[in-house]
C-alpha cells in the first residue's frame, strides 16, 4: 500500500523558544521545495508555540516530546497534553527510548500517556525498540511486540487513524550505528503483521510506521525505499537545516 512520507524531528533538549523560532523560520525557507512529505518538527515545551508561529500557513506540522497522562493535578514539573494543544501543536511522541531507559518510564506508563493523549487531541508517536544487549540475545521482536502491545492497549481501531509508530533500536540513538535496510524493514514488516493481528489488515495497512535511529541524508533512500518505512523520526540531523532538508528531500523523490 502506497502511504506519503513523514519526517518527524525530534529536537530533544535543544533550541529554546528564540532560537527554536529562527530555526524553524529558516526551515521553512529551505523547505519550500519539498512538497509530498508531512514534516513535523518536535522541539522542547518552550518553544512549541513560537516554532507553531513561525511555520503558520505551512504544511509543517509541530508536536511535543513529551506530555503526563493526567489531565491535571499534584505532578510537579509535568505538561497535559491538553497544555499543548493550546500550543497548536498536533502530535507528541511518546516512548522513547529516552523516556524508558534515562527516566524509567515503563509500558504500562506509556500506555496510559498513548490514550491520554487521543483523549486530547493530540496524534501520538509511539516509539518502540530494543537494546543491543535484547538484540544479541534475540529478543528484538518480543520486546517490540511487548512494548507495541502495551503501548496501544487502550487504542480502538478508529483511533489507529491518529497514530504513528517509529521504530527507533535503542542502540542506534546517538551512536553514529543505523539499522541496516535490511534490519529495519524485518522489523517493520513485524510490527504490520501485529498491528493486523490486533486490528485487521485496513488498519495495519493504513498506519505510518517511522525508523529513527542515526538518520541521515545518505541513508535516507536506502532505508524510506522499504515499502513498510514510511517516513523517519530524525535526532541529531533535524537541529542542521541543511542535514533536515537533505532528509526531507530525499524522502519527497520517494513519495
Not at 522541539?43 to 493526567?70: C, D, W, Y
Amino acid at each position: 500500500m502506497k502511504r506519503n512520507k513523514i519526517v518527524a524531528g525530534n529536537w530533544k533538549l535543544n533550541y529554546g523558544p528564540k532560537a527554536g523560532a529562527e530555526f524553524a523560520l529558516e526551515l521553512r525557507k529551505k523547505l519550500l521545495d519539498t512538497p509530498g512529505v508531512q514534516i513535523i518538527l518536535c522541539p522542547p515545551f518552550l518553544a512549541l508555540s513560537p516554532v507553531r508561529k513561525a511555520v503558520e500557513g505551512t504544511r509543517i506540522a509541530v508536536g511535543a516530546q513529551n506530555m503526563h497522562f493526567a489531565e491535571s493535578g499534584a505532578f510537579t514539573g509535568e505538561i497535559a497534553g491538553s497544555m499543548i494543544k493550546e500550543t497548536g501543536a498536533d502530535y507528541v511522541i511518546l516512548g522513547h527510548s529516552e523516556r524508558r531507559h534515562v527516566f524509567g518510564e515503563d509500558n504500562e506508563m506509556i500506555g496510559h500517556k498513548v490514550a491520554r493523549s487521543l483523549k486530547d487531541g493530540l496524534k501520538p508517536i509511539l516509539c518502540v525498540g530494543e537494546t543491543i544487549e535484547e538484540r544479541k540475545a534475540e529478543q528484538t521482536m518480543s520486546i517490540v511486540a511487548k512494548q507495541l502491545r502495551a503501548g496501544l492497549a487502550d487504542v480502538s481501531a478508529a483511533q489507529m487513524d491518529e497514530v504513528l509508530i517509529a521504530y527507533e533500536p535503542v542502540w542506534a540513538i546517538g551512536t553514529g550505528l543505523t539499522a541496516s535496510p535490511e534490519q529495519a524493514d524485518k522489523v517493520h514488516r513485524f510490527i504490520r503483521k501485529e498491528l493486523q493481528d490486533l486490528y485487521g489488515e485496513e488498519v495495519a495497512a493504513k498506519t505510518p510506521i517511522l525508523y529513527g535511529g542515526s538518520v541521515k541524508p545518505d541513508n535516507t533512500k536506502g532505508l524510506l525505499s522499504n515499502e513498510d518505512i514510511d517516513g523517519a523520526l530524525v535526532g541529531g540531523a533535524a537541529l542542521k537545516v541543511e542535514s533536515f532538508a537533505g532528509i526531507v528531500s530525499e524522502a519527497a523523490a520517494l513519495s
